[in-house]
């Protein structure tokens, strides 16, 4: 991103250089880039998890979880959730599974990933199959990998009592609705994992002004949305009695649609 940015600087002309720092985010802290952003769409996501939890009564500090893809958010995820007192029972990624019931460390686990590639060969757990990390107990499952990683095989298998889609697009919809049938709550990716877009965005606003907000500050802001969000879900799911995916694209839509109705359509 910071080549990038330099690239388009020296294109556009050196009157405009310093004012098109924000033409791409996710830039390096030297190079114009937000403190939180690295850990920004974990965070979110566990920001949701904990509202999720003051709903249901559930007590995180505690609580299992299994984690599918350990880049940026599963293990950003498994960091910050671990430090609320829930253990990391199972994790995957395209090389394989792993699992072990006592728990594993979120930030061994990380130095394994960073070592070889892969969480598979990691010595605090043992190797499963694909089928068995489906199947472990857990309280939380995050699927953070690739898209359409849950059909419907996984979503009968599946012994949690939610589901937070850190991915993009991990869910079939036939799964999703299996999912329904069992009781098991779907917290939708467009909600669960944009703390990352809000972040760059943050990024995009300190470059437009020329600022430069600390750690503290842009956290505070990122909690803030995502719970207020969050809310915002929740209630227009209770009130037209419909799931939290349909309701976060129905508060989408109606955003849209009342935009145009004020504006006009114009030409």
């Not at 098109?20 to 114009?32: A, D, E, H, L, P």
């Not at 209770?238 to 995916?245: A, N, Q, S, V």
């Not at 009342?258 to 030409?267: D, N």
Request: aromatic content about 10%; proline content about 2%.
């Amino acid at each position: 991103m910071v080549w990038i940015m330099d690239t388009y600087m020296n294109v556009v002309g050196f009157n405009e250089k310093n004012a098109v720092r924000r033409v791409v985010t996710g830039k390096t802290i030297t190079c114009g880039g937000s403190y939180g952003r690295e850990t920004a769409t974990g965070q979110g996501l566990v920001h949701c998890v904990r509202e999720w939890a003051n709903d249901h009564k559930f007590k995180l500090d505690g609580c299992t979880f299994t984690v599918q893809g350990f880049g940026n958010v599963g293990s950003w995820a498994a960091k910050i959730l671990s430090k609320m007192g829930a253990t990391l029972v199972g994790v995957g990624d395209y090389k394989g599974y792993v699992g072990n019931a006592e728990g594993m460390s979120p930030y061994k686990l990380s130095e394994h990933v960073a070592a070889t590639g892969s969480v598979e060969g990691y010595r605090g757990a043992k190797k499963i199959t694909r089928e068995e990390f489906f199947a472990l107990e857990t309280d939380i499952f995050i699927p953070a990998a690739l898209e359409l990683e849950v059909g419907v095989e996984e979503a009968r298998a599946l012994k949690c009592k939610v589901l937070v889609e850190g991915a993009n697009g991990p869910t079939y919809p036939e799964a999703e609705a299996v999912l329904a049938e069992r009781g098991i709550d779907v917290l939708p990716d467009i909600l669960i994992n944009s703390g990352g877009v809000a972040v760059s965005y943050y990024e995009w606003l300190q470059n437009k002004r020329s600022e430069r907000w600390d750690l503290e500050e842009v956290e505070v802001r990122l909690q803030k949305r995502m719970k207020r969000t969050y809310q915002m879900v929740r209630e227009t799911a209770e009130e037209r009695k419909i799931d939290y995916r349909t309701a976060a694209y129905v508060i989408g839509l109606e955003r849209i649609a009342k935009a145009y109705a004020e504006r006009g359509i114009f030409p």
